[in-house]
């Protein structure tokens, strides 16, 4: 009997040997849900483009099953493109074992998201990170598709990226992230540490986030008129779905001839304000052409 027991205990461990029981995964998103996967998520539905382009940053690009319909075609062709408001009909058809998203498209998705959750789907609500939450946030999408080295490439990242530029002299820069009410970024924004990575000064440091963890904040007209005649040397406009606003819209502003000597300069807004490790390299390298287009040695 006990030969038996023994053999019985040995044929166990080399099956669990050779097929070792994988743990579940556990993660908390941003709406407060506690998700449990039982393996990696292989086929990912992201509906947030900052979400497909940080899982295509850490390695997780061929996981993506479908993008959203705001995603840049060029960075994901062939991957089918969903609208914003998906129902559950056209999710389920592409068999996605992980859904990622926003608050924000959450509250506009109730039914579908109740409807993917009863037929088995994992859905992720994760929100936009500021800076210093990047790591945590690429650190969950890690754990959620096993690559282990998600939050170590933003730190490698963040540490190549830096223009190596002095404190003194830098130009002084203010963003329009929305022209309704005229807002700015936050100090903890994304777009406030790209500004001061390609060597500019944000001139709006001290602007208040419109609620805890925002990237906008209200500065308004006579704020910057105000802030104009300490100097600004680059006026620069977020644009994009956030900021719909053309050259000549900002050209013909009743205040604009008091931004005085300032340049005027449009950048696209995944390139200044979208929380992307896949587009920061580039977000950093053009603003920096933009702050000094003539170059410049530094030490």
């Given at each position: 009997m006990a030969r038996c027991l023994m053999r019985l205990l040995s044929v166990l461990v080399f099956l669990l040997l050779q097929y070792p029981v994988q743990a579940e995964i556990r993660v908390s998103d941003d709406s407060g849900r506690s998700l449990v996967l039982e393996q990696t998520a292989g086929r990912i539905l992201s509906l947030y483009a900052g979400h497909s382009e940080n899982l295509l940053a850490i390695g997780a690009g061929d996981f993506l099953a479908a993008v959203s319909e705001g995603d840049d075609p060029h960075l994901?062709?062939?991957v089918?493109?969903?609208?914003?408001?998906?129902?559950?009909?056209?999710?389920?058809?592409?068999s996605p074992d992980l859904v990622l998203m926003r608050p924000?498209?959450?509250?506009?998705?109730?039914?579908t998201v109740r409807i993917l959750e009863k037929s088995g789907v994992t859905v992720a609500s994760l929100d936009p990170p500021t800076w210093d939450g990047m790591g945590p946030y690429l650190s969950k999408l890690g754990i959620?598709?096993?690559?282990?080295?998600?939050?170590?490439?933003w730190r490698e990242k963040t540490a190549a990226v830096a223009k190596k530029v002095p404190e003194e002299g830098r130009p002084r820069v203010f963003l329009e992230?929305?022209?309704?009410?005229?807002?700015?970024?936050?100090?903890?924004?994304?777009?406030?540490?790209?500004?001061?990575?390609?060597?500019?000064v944000n001139v709006a440091g001290g602007a208040q986030p419109l609620r805890e963890g925002s990237p906008l904040a209200p500065w308004g007209e006579e704020r910057l008129l105000t802030l104009a005649m300490e100097g600004i040397d680059v006026y620069l406009v977020q644009a994009g779905a956030m900021n719909p606003?053309?050259?000549?819209?900002?050209?013909?502003?009743?205040?604009?001839?008091?931004?005085e000597n300032a340049r005027i300069?449009?950048?696209?807004?995944?390139?200044?304000?979208?929380?992307?490790?896949f587009r920061l390299e580039e977000s950093v390298d053009r603003l920096f052409?933009?702050?000094?287009?003539?170059?410049?040695?530094f030490p």
């Open positions: 994901f062709a062939g089918p493109r969903l609208p914003f408001r998906a129902d559950a009909e056209q999710i389920l058809a592409l924000f498209t959450e509250s506009t998705l109730g039914e959620m598709t096993g690559i282990e080295s998600a939050e170590k490439l992230s929305s022209f309704r009410g005229l807002k700015t970024c936050s100090p903890s924004s994304w777009a406030a540490h790209v500004i001061h990575l390609a060597g500019g606003v053309t050259e000549q819209d900002v050209l013909s502003r009743s205040w604009i001839s008091g931004l300069v449009f950048l696209p807004e995944e390139y200044i304000s979208r929380p992307s490790l052409k933009v702050l000094y287009p003539e170059g410049g040695v």
